[in-house]
């Protein structure tokens, strides 16, 4: 495939992007395709003459590309980021994409585990024969890692980043930095707090990191979703299953139980309760689908 020739403003944007914004490797891989795969739809465009109908054309031959939704809206907010950069840094005055209605994505409802599938799921680290090479101590961390994401409904990233001094016993809790660094203190069952003390003792962590690699670093998220889909491999459970999963069904199993939305936002570290209020769907349709086979009228 021929390659585009430079382009100074791309390359500035993506120079801001990497130092200034700090922004992940895997973000600046997207924003660098999105704008790749703008400047070959519309043959080398001069980013100061670009009109709204100029990118609204390129959303029509998205649409007949077929390409699904959410790519559209990550190519967009690309593009949306990369004007702003040019409004704030090139002096250009206007921003074209602010005419551009874009497709609103469609709704699905969170998947989650049912009790009888979270209990396999957790017993499945000491059931599972031990990996060749690895410390004796690897199924209990696993295992403690399970319990916990189920028990607390923690962020994958907020439990990669806990330390020993996060976890308080004596109060049966933790302490957690969400997003935007904000602090919250969840409650944590018995169970997992008894899963994470075998851990310890058995992998004699007694500061810093709370869960570590086998090499006794603070474990990457990428291990953490490579350890859940290893032991999802030894259930009978059907579904794909992420960690995020879990925190789905912490969710919609205590809203089940009768916990109220307000509580499950502030357990969760939702800012606002409309992101939470997904979770009262799923348990509406689970009990409109119960109404529907038991009552007789139905």
């Known amino acids: 495939m021929k390659s585009l020739?430079?382009?100074?403003?791309?390359?500035?944007?993506?120079?801001?992007?990497?130092?200034?914004r700090n922004v992940s490797p895997r973000t600046l891989v997207n924003y660098r395709h999105a704008l790749a795969e703008f400047r070959k739809a519309v043959a080398e465009p001069e980013w100061r003459e670009l009109t709204a109908d100029d990118f609204r054309r390129y959303l029509f031959a998205c649409?007949?590309?077929?390409m699904a939704r959410p790519t559209i809206r990550l190519h967009f907010a690309a593009?949306?980021?990369?004007?702003?950069?040019?409004?704030?840094?090139?002096?250009?005055?206007?921003?074209?994409?602010?005419?551009?209605?874009?497709?609103?994505?469609?709704?699905?409802?969170?998947?989650?585990l049912n009790a009888q599938q979270i209990e396999e799921l957790l017993?499945?680290?000491?059931?599972?024969?031990?990996?060749?090479?690895?410390?004796?101590?690897?199924?209990?961390?696993?295992?403690?890692?399970?319990?916990?994401?189920?028990?607390?409904?923690?962020?994958?990233a907020e439990l990669v980043a806990l330390d020993v001094k996060d976890v308080d016993v004596f109060s049966e809790s933790v302490r957690v930095f969400g997003k935007g660094r904000k602090e919250r203190v969840v409650p944590v069952g018995v169970p997992a707090l008894e899963a994470i003390q075998r851990y310890r003792q058995a992998a004699r962590v007694e500061v810093g990191p709370l869960f570590l690699s086998k090499v006794r670093k603070r474990i990457s998220a990428a291990n953490v979703w490579?350890?859940?889909q290893r032991y999802l491999r030894h259930t009978s459970i059907g579904v794909r299953i992420s960690p995020h999963k879990l925190r789905h069904s912490f969710a919609t199993h205590l809203l089940d139980a009768g916990a109220d939305l307000r509580s499950v936002q502030s357990l969760l570290g939702h800012a606002s309760l409309s992101t939470t209020q997904i979770y009262t769907?799923?348990?509406t349709e689970r009990l409109k689908k119960a109404y529907d086979q038991a009552h007789p009228r139905a």
């Open 63 to 66: 649409g007949k590309r077929e």
């Open 226 to 228: 490579l350890a859940v």
């Open 5 to 20: 020739p430079p382009d100074p403003l791309a390359d500035a944007f993506f120079q801001f992007l990497a130092v200034e």
């Open 79 to 112: 593009l949306r980021t990369f004007y702003k950069f040019l409004n704030q840094r090139h002096g250009l005055r206007d921003n074209p994409l602010k005419e551009v209605q874009l497709p609103k994505l469609e709704k699905k409802l969170p998947v989650f």
């Open 123 to 156: 017993s499945a680290p000491l059931r599972v024969e031990k990996q060749a090479q690895a410390p004796l101590w690897m199924p209990a961390r696993d295992a403690a890692i399970l319990e916990l994401f189920y028990s607390s409904g923690l962020r994958l």
């Open 281 to 283: 769907h799923v348990t």
